[in-house]
């Protein structure tokens, strides 16, 4: 069977126009990957910390985006790919400040380092830092800390989308046109593949995701800190993203690459662990926040 059998139907469609469409260089964390981690999460924080959550999430008014909701743990991880395309009164992007936010541009060619990506702190990993920062601060405006969260929520799964964490010059992907398989419309490319096609098959693949996961496995997933699954997210990049699809991730990438289904069988384990690394990991921040 090939894998775009395996792709449901409304999935194809939305991929199908996402790769027709000018989407941004990068592009969010497709809305499966980004809901999976946040019910992998909420399957596994305190209840105290959900308690704290629904509180914040009751007060989504005050961010003052009626089309984009975030009532729900859920809701609220694709808030912030939602707010993309909302304009203030002079016309520009409302939320154009945060555009960076979603990623880190760091070489999967050179030495692992933060130090360029994140030279302003406008990267991924720095407003995490942020926004568990805030969520922490009792003090902080209301309006403030729900939008924290909901950023936070979104800005961990992007994390875990390994384009978001590591690339060579091609703007996470966005620029490497790819096959899915036998799956292949102009514009597709190899971010769009790891944003949704790669991630609805993993999540799809084998037992649940969203489940409580026992103690020992919560510990030993969520070790470490936002550096140390920067540089592991990077890591996947150079070894699974880019060496499934060349034979050497760091030599001039060919203008159209193809994953077989060969390939894709290597890589649902991969994505898997992804989506739990991230689910779990955002259930760490969040009871250190708010629990």
Known sequence: MTSIRRVRPALVAAATLFAASSAAPAAAYWEYG?????????ANIR?????????????????????????TMTEASTWADCIKPIKGADGKPRF?????????????????????ACKDGNCVSAQITRDVATLKD??????DRVEALVFLIHFVGDLHQPLHAGEKD??????????????????????SVWDGLLAERAITSGPGLVHRYAP???????????????????QVAHDSTYASVMADPCAPTPERVTLDEATIETLVPVARLEVERGGLRLAKLLDAALG
């Open 34 to 42: 980004h809901q999976t981690i946040a019910q992998i999460a909420e």
């Open 47 to 71: 209840p105290q910390t959900r308690i704290a959550i629904r509180r914040l999430l009751k007060q989504q008014a005050l961010l003052e985006t009626p089309t984009c909701k975030a009532g």
């Open 96 to 116: 154009g400040y945060a555009y960076t936010w979603h990623f880190q541009d760091v070489s999967i060619c050179r030495p692992f380092s933060l130090t360029d």
């Open 138 to 143: 009792r003090r902080a405006p209301a309006k």
């Open 170 to 191: 091609d703007k996470g992907g966005n620029d490497v046109k790819a096959s899915y398989d036998h799956y292949a419309p102009p514009r597709l490319n190899l971010h």
């Open 216 to 234: 020992a496995v919560r510990a030993r997933i969520a070790a470490g800190n936002v550096t140390d699954w920067s540089r592991e997210s990077w």
